[in-house]
């Protein structure tokens, strides 16, 4: 069985596993606080020690669902890294104060989603807490001054972003030291490895988190003749690696130089089985840059 690696994201960052558990969709999985716990420990079993979670997520019910699994096995919070992220706000019968959908990165309430999050997963740390998504608002010196204060107060061990772009990212990694960016990368959105994000990140030496890798699905799914074409691809590529088309696709984000650690969005333990192989799937250029003509319609200028 394979077993996913791990390594460190950045300079002074935390040690995660390279697939790490992405828990956005568990509202949606019907499963119970001990087949919660049986997901976990089979997460585990591969080598999958680091948690993605956001206070929104499940309706603001997706953290409160995993601090029943830790509550039911309190010895597997020490066994997992914990990411959460804050900062969006939308009305919901669970935030009955909440009456307009907007960003919010004030000190203020940074500090309290934290705080939150850490009683919803009930956990006493956050092993990385992450801006949702850029705020036109934001104030660095006062997002700063919350992340500050929660990591000396011991309840943040370290802080990043996510969907930020390189100046939004810059800007704010220059009041306080960030140790990631999580944007979407797949196949079907190859926007950050020409934007500059991944470019950034190798200045950096930090390792970018990566949701949608599998572009939800759209990968297997969509009909339109340009995925057919690419699905083709991956198809063919997957015949001479032995392995399966959505490790293939998997692979091509992993294979990045940026070194990435991508996260998973499946209940289904075969799903988390294929990210940790595709962690070991090693394509060649030729087959990288195949896979980026059939995507992208376009050949190298």
């Known amino acids: 069985m394979s077993i996913s690696p791990r390594q460190q994201i950045a300079p002074q960052g935390p040690e995660f596993s390279r697939i790490v558990l992405g828990l956005w969709r568990l509202s949606s999985w019907q499963m119970t606080p001990a087949e919660r716990v049986d997901f976990l420990k089979a997460a585990l079993d591969l080598g999958i020690?680091?948690?993605?979670?956001?206070?929104?997520?499940?309706?603001?019910?997706?953290e409160t669902l995993l601090g029943e699994a830790f509550a039911l096995a309190p010895e597997l919070r020490q066994r997992f890294q914990i990411v959460t992220k804050c900062g969006i706000q939308f009305p919901s019968v669970n935030r009955p104060h909440q009456t307009a959908h907007i960003y919010n990165t004030t000190a203020a309430h940074i500090i309290q989603s934290a705080e939150n999050s850490l009683r919803s997963m009930q956990i006493d740390c956050i092993d990385l807490l992450l801006i949702h998504r850029p705020d036109p608002l934001m104030d660095a010196d006062a997002v700063a001054q919350a992340f500050l204060q929660l990591q000396q107060s011991g309840k943040v061990k370290h802080v990043g972003v996510s969907n930020f772009t390189p100046a939004q990212f810059d800007?704010?990694?220059s009041r306080i030291p960030l140790v990631t960016n999580q944007v979407e990368?797949?196949?079907?959105?190859?926007?950050?490895?020409?934007?500059?994000?991944?470019?950034?990140?190798?200045r950096l030496r930090i390792s970018p988190m990566i949701w949608s890798a599998l572009a939800g699905g759209r990968l297997f799914s969509d009909q339109h003749p340009q995925i057919q074409v690419l699905h083709a691809e991956l198809n063919r590529i997957a015949n001479e690696l032995d392995v399966s088309v959505s490790c293939v696709a998997m692979a091509w984000v992993l294979n990045l130089p940026s070194q990435p650690v991508l996260l998973t969005g499946s209940g289904r333990v075969k799903v988390?089985?294929?990210?940790?192989?595709?962690?070991?799937?090693?394509?060649?250029?030729e087959q990288w840059f195949d896979l980026w003509r059939a995507a992208t319609g376009q050949d190298l200028p």
Do not use: K, W
């Not at 959105?189 to 470019?199: K, S, V």
């Not at 988390?272 to 250029?285: D, M, N, P």
């Open 49 to 62: 020690t680091t948690i993605d979670q956001a206070d929104i997520y499940g309706d603001y019910t997706s």
């Open 171 to 173: 800007l704010l990694a």
């Open 185 to 202: 990368c797949s196949l079907l959105h190859t926007a950050p490895i020409d934007d500059g994000t991944f470019d950034n990140c190798q």
């Open 272 to 285: 988390l089985e294929e990210a940790v192989r595709a962690c070991g799937c090693q394509l060649s250029r």
